[in-house]
């Protein structure tokens, strides 16, 4: 068996594992790989640094969202700092591939493209090469000889994505596949991969917007969690510095049915707005709801009709999370629940305010985590006031910090205390007065309207097409 093949790799692969001796923990060394970083930073902060050596990453999401483009876009800043990357072309050819990078700017040395899509000839190639990063486009595309299953079946996928991962370890190579979703939007297999990767990452947008975000939904060298965005413009993906100032750039501000609110993607906060519409049901109540959890909204819906006797059940309803935004988190339903009032009644909250809190099913307000991260992103943005659960800690512990050195000291936000759902809506959202019965001392006279929609003064009779209408009760009695 000549040295160098992939079979040998496998074999030399199961030998050292077998003389392996166990070692304490704490003499392992944990700085014996270190994360290359990719040079796009939002990948590198979900990656938390970079990839590295002999680790395998999944990357999945609908056609369209640009997953090709930001592997390419990623494998080129390797390749600029000296990194030897290449791409495995299960599904398109070397030339538009090559048109791609050209439009992208990414055609630089050290990338280099394969096109094949049965393994043995991605395994040579790997050998050969010996590149610092692999990146298979796509895995359901490749397909083993020796597995008797057609191209595509699940057997084929586990196979050869097993066969990838056990190469790029034995080599420290690292690997990242790229992975179909099925109509559910989960990663085609069903499953069968994320066991087998390190890092399981998804790409979401909608083709007909702008922004997209990776996340990290399993990730064995950091946290999961951390959420990067990208803005996709006509040089490719750009990464998104500011996703606050970006999703509230278009707010408009004193329109009924707004809340903001802050959100935490990962580690970072990010203000998202609210927005809510109530109108009149014609038979069975809609409701549509986008980047919210709709059983969530339904439940928040329940508790603002019984609980604070805002009577919106029998409406319909739309919430969405503008500019492509989401908001899964509890701490969004204060801010869900009074873009719901403001809706209903009519009436603006203050625009430089935010709300912060999870709505119990008594009504009752309770505290969120990383308050003060919260705030102190609210503060950057020119917020002046937050409507926070009563059960938070004092207001001077709740007070953004300072910030790093050299930068200036965030002003202070006035924090705005409510215990339950109902005092929380009577004290931003104002609904307006309910009507009060006039004295009889002070009743104008009334008139009714004719057919024609003439004014006649009152008759004497209560029958007839012009009927009087009923007096208020006399104060004091009937």
Known sequence: MPAGSPDANR????????STQAVALQDVSASAACPRPTGIGELDRVLGGGLLPGSATLIGG??????STLLLQAMAALASSGSKCLLVAAEEAAHQVRRRAQRLGADVAGVFVLEATVLPAVEEAICNLAPDVVVVD???????PAISSPPGSLAQVRGCAQALVG?????G???????????EGALAGPRVLEHLVDTVLTFEGDRYLALRALRAVKHRFGPTGETGLFEMGEHGLSSVADPSALFLGDRLKGAPGSAVTVTLEGHRPVLVEVQALVGRAA?????????????????????????????????DIYVSVAGGARAY????????????????????????????G?????????????????????????????????STASERNCQPRAGPSGAPRPSSLHLQHAAALAEAVGCVVRPPAPLQRPSAAHEPARHELTSAGARTPERGHDRGPYARRPRWPAAGGP
């Open 11 to 18: 074999q030399g692969g199961r030998r050292a594992a077998s």
């Open 62 to 67: 609908e056609p369209g969202t640009g997953k």
């Open 138 to 144: 796509s895995v359901q595309a490749v397909s083993d």
């Open 167 to 171: 190469l790029a370890k034995a080599r």
């Open 173 to 183: 190579t690292a690997l990242v596949l790229v992975g179909h979703v099925n109509k």
């Open 283 to 315: 038979a069975v109540p809609r409701r549509s709801v986008t980047g919210l959890d709709p059983n969530r909204v339904a439940l928040l819906v329940a508790v603002l009709d019984r609980r604070a006797g805002v009577r919106v059940s029998d409406r």
């Open 329 to 356: 988190e509890p701490a969004a339903d204060l801010a869900i629940c009074l873009a719901l009032a403001s809706s209903f009644f009519g009436t603006a909250l203050p625009p430089e305010m935010v709300a912060l």
């Open 358 to 390: 999870e709505v119990g099913l008594g009504g009752e307000l309770r505290q969120v985590t990383a308050l003060t991260r919260r705030l102190t992103e609210a503060s950057r943005l020119g917020f002046r006031s937050a409507l926070v659960p009563a």
